[in-house]
C-alpha cells in the first residue's frame, strides 16, 4: 500500500480483496498520524472525504482504530463535520456558531 492510497482510502479492489482483516487493520493504523500537520504539510494533504487539498484538522480518537489520529479536511467537510458534532452534541446558537466559523473561515 502506496503512503497516497492509505491517506486517500482509496485502493484498487483486487489488492483489496488480497488482504486479511489483520493486514488491512494493521495498513491503516501503520499510516495513521501521530503528530499535527504543518502549515505546509497540510496543504499537500487531501481531504479524507473527497480528496481536495486540505485546509482544517481534526485530532480524533475512533474507538474502532484504538488511537488518536489526525485528519485533513477541506474547507467544506471541515464545516460539515463541526455542522454534525455540534448537532450531537445539542450545543445552543449552532446555527448562529457555525455561519459566524463559516464568515471566519471564509475571510
Not at 505546509?40 to 473527497?50: F, T
Not at 467537510?77 to 471564509?106: C, P, Q, T, W
Amino acid at each position: 500500500m502506496t503512503r497516497a492510497e492509505a491517506v486517500s482510502g482509496q485502493k484498487p479492489m483486487s489488492k483489496v480483496a488480497n488482504l486479511t482483516l489483520r493486514q488491512a487493520d494493521k495498513a491503516v493504523k501503520n499510516y495513521l498520524r501521530r503528530q499535527p500537520y504543518t502549515e505546509e504539510g497540510l496543504k499537500r494533504i487531501p481531504c479524507r472525504q473527497c480528496g481536495a487539498p486540505s485546509e482544517h484538522q481534526w485530532h480524533l480518537r475512533p474507538c474502532a482504530i484504538g488511537r488518536y489520529a489526525w485528519y485533513g479536511l477541506c474547507k467544506e467537510h471541515d464545516l460539515e463535520l463541526n455542522r454534525i458534532v455540534m448537532e450531537f452534541m445539542k450545543v445552543d446558537g449552532r446555527e448562529r456558531l457555525l455561519s459566524e466559523y463559516a464568515e471566519r473561515d471564509a475571510a
